[in-house]
């Protein structure tokens, strides 16, 4: 169907031929997914890590499984030493699968980082939990 214009606003159709999995890329409330998982079987189905070449941020995809109900997902990555260097909280993430930019805080150590990914509920705590470890470029790979 071609787009109609009347006045300012423009009306059209789109029509996408996608599977329908493809279009299901977020929780609604409305519509649920026929593949959606009660809350205590909802998990990580993939994450990676892709640090960004300036060092200081990395880029985190994941995702889930599709769920009944919205989870809350904490990303927390930890340098060499085991201390923090950032964290991120979302509650009642609505997507099943998204990107993230994570921004490290403190100074860049070189060794291995690692990112701690839990997903949970208030009433049932963690359900899943993910740990990826990745090294981030040194100074030398940024002047290359």
Do not use: C
């Not at 999995?21 to 998982?37: I, T, Y």
């Not at 909802?42 to 990395?58: C, L, M, N, Q, Y």
């Not at 919205?70 to 993430?93: K, M």
């Amino acid at each position: 169907m071609p787009a109609v214009t009347s006045g300012h606003f423009l009306y059209a159709t789109i029509e996408y031929n996608y599977p329908k999995r493809e279009l299901m890329n977020r929780f609604n409330p409305f519509q649920s997914d026929e593949n959606a998982v009660a809350p205590e079987a909802t998990r990580f189905t993939e994450a990676h890590v892709e640090p960004w070449p300036d060092g200081k941020r990395v880029r985190i995809h994941a995702r889930l499984t599709p769920f009944q109900k919205p989870p809350n997902l904490s990303f927390t990555i930890y340098d060499p030493h085991g201390v923090e260097a950032a964290n991120v909280l979302i509650i009642e993430n609505i997507d099943f699968d998204f990107v993230i930019t994570m921004h490290i805080r403190s100074q860049i150590i070189p060794g291995e980082y690692a990112l701690v990914g839990l997903l949970s509920y208030d009433e049932l705590g963690t359900v899943d939990e993910t740990r990826i470890v990745f090294s981030l470029p040194d100074e030398t790979d940024q002047l290359k």
